[in-house]
């Protein structure tokens, strides 16, 4: 039987790679002291695969073709798309057999989420991938959710995509590590991208430590679009949290980082 090995989620701004030193000294020493925890308790917890929930940013998917989330099926993935990002492209072995299973698994809890097996990958799942996996070697599974262009799944319906990510998990025989990343508040390349939200980051992140999932999935609409559209990214941590439905989250750091126009923050679901 398959197994949960590893669960969390992390920001990824695009400015933690690539322009890493802006950041005031002591947030980015919290932030990356976080990441470090992740990536040492991903290492011990030795993934057969991992699974990345995470958006596109337009590098695959556009309007006019744009699924509510897609589950990639590809052999390899070779990213980042961005040459700014100051990471070189590599290709990355994909697991695609599992990726096929956690799609009939969806389908058979009346979720169908597209898939494809060709797509490259973005800062979205490389700024994470990169820092929990720096050798870039453990084959992963990309699953896309849709946080650019409403309309959007709803958190209720992530956290049923993530429990059937699991059922997937469960029934294999893999040792799976996920990691849900976006988020949480930001509105890149708006004219309000300098306002951070850090109440409702805090907030936000207050819920999960308790454990208080009805209420997270109760999060509206209106209240997270006002932390910025990039805040619609908290579905990567609610669809992993649907993985790890049986696990408890624990936030590990949380820095308002206006040099990355990003509230960064990072968590395990342990
Ligand atoms: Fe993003």
New binding site residues.
């Given amino acids: 039987m398959g197994s949960l090995v590893f669960a969390g989620a992390m920001s990824?701004a695009p400015g933690i790679a690539a322009f890493t030193s802006a950041a005031e000294e002591g947030q980015r020493q919290r932030f990356f002291a976080a990441v470090e925890q992740a990536r040492e308790q991903l290492a011990q917890a030795r993934p057969d695969v991992l699974v990345v929930i995470a958006?596109d940013?337009f590098a695959n998917f556009f309007i006019d073709n744009m699924p509510a989330a897609c589950v990639t099926t590809a052999e390899s993935y070779v990213g980042p798309i961005e040459d700014w990002l100051g990471m070189p492209k590599t290709r990355i072995p994909g697991a695609p057999a599992l990726a096929r299973s956690i799609l009939a698994r969806a389908f058979a809890n009346d979720i169908e989420p597209a898939f494809s097996e060709s797509v490259e990958l973005d800062h979205?799942v490389m700024v994470a991938l990169k820092l929990l996996t720096p050798d870039l070697d453990i084959p992963i599974v990309w699953i896309m959710q849709n946080?650019q262009v409403p309309p959007l799944m709803s958190l209720k319906r992530c956290y049923a995509l993530g429990r059937a990510v699991r059922e997937a998990i469960d029934a294999s025989t893999l040792r799976v590590a996920v990691v849900g990343t976006?988020g949480l508040s930001h509105a890149p390349g708006a004219a309000e991208a300098d306002q951070l939200d850090p109440a409702f980051d805090r907030h936000f992140l207050s819920l999960l430590d308790q454990n208080a999932i009805p209420e997270v999935l109760a999060l509206t609409n209106e209240r997270i679009d006002a932390a910025g559209f990039?805040a619609w990214?908290i579905r990567q941590w609610v669809t992993a949290l649907g993985v790890a439905h049986d696990r408890k989250p624990r936030t590990l750091a949380y820095e308002d980082i206006h040099a990355w126009d990003t509230g960064c923050a990072v968590a395990l679901y342990e």
Avoid: I, V
């Fill in positions: 990824h958006p940013h979205g946080c976006g990039g990214e």
